[in-house]
């Protein structure tokens, strides 16, 4: 298998997860409170639909793993529904920080499983040292 492959199926959720975070809170910046609330919960219904079929389909490494992408869902639906103003970019850093520690444990699982098994994942794999 492609390393191209391997990146797409180990990281599809987590990537379609950050996409529609940044695509949300950037059009709540625009919307007012009560197409907020609306758009809060209607992505958030959806998004746990996908989040239930990649449990189904074994995306997730383990139980922190799938809460740490829960987690995100969770704050889409908290925080349309809670926080009255989205005026500020400071969702970008939110959106960094689920990334550096969802994604960063993602990568400290895979290589942990792959110094086990022997195996290379697609974020995962040793460097090689080429050409010296």
Same mark, same amino acid.
């Given at each position: 298998?492609?390393?191209?492959?391997?990146?797409?199926?180990?990281?599809?959720?987590?990537?379609?997860?950050?996409?529609?975070?940044?695509?949300?809170?950037?059009?709540? !910046?625009?919307?007012?409170?009560?197409?907020?609330?609306?758009?809060?919960?209607?992505? *958030?219904?959806?998004?746990?639909?996908?989040?239930?079929?990649?449990?189904?389909?074994?995306?997730?490494?383990?139980?922190?793993?799938?809460?740490?992408?829960?987690?995100?869902?969770?704050?889409?639906?908290?925080?349309?529904?809670?926080?009255?103003?989205?005026?500020?970019?400071?969702?970008?850093?939110? @959106?960094?920080?689920?990334?550096?520690?969802?994604?960063?444990?993602?990568?400290?699982?895979?290589?942990?499983?792959? @110094? !086990?098994?022997? *195996?290379?994942?697609?974020?995962?794999?040793?460097?090689?040292?080429?050409?010296?």
């Amino acid at each position: 298998m492609c390393a191209l492959h391997k990146f797409i199926r180990n990281w599809c959720f987590g990537l379609v997860l950050g996409f529609v975070y940044l695509a949300v809170f950037n059009l709540w !910046q625009v919307l007012d409170r009560e197409w907020i609330v609306l758009s809060s919960t209607a992505v *958030s219904i959806g998004l746990f639909a996908v989040f239930m079929v990649a449990l189904r389909q074994k995306y997730f490494l383990n139980r922190w793993d799938a809460l740490l992408h829960a987690s995100v869902i969770l704050d889409i639906l908290l925080e349309g529904t809670l926080i009255p103003e989205h005026q500020t970019n400071g969702f970008y850093l939110c @959106a960094v920080c689920f990334a550096v520690v969802s994604g960063g444990y993602r990568i400290y699982l895979e290589k942990r499983r792959s @110094a !086990q098994t022997g *195996s290379n994942t697609a974020l995962a794999s040793p460097i090689k040292n080429v050409g010296h």
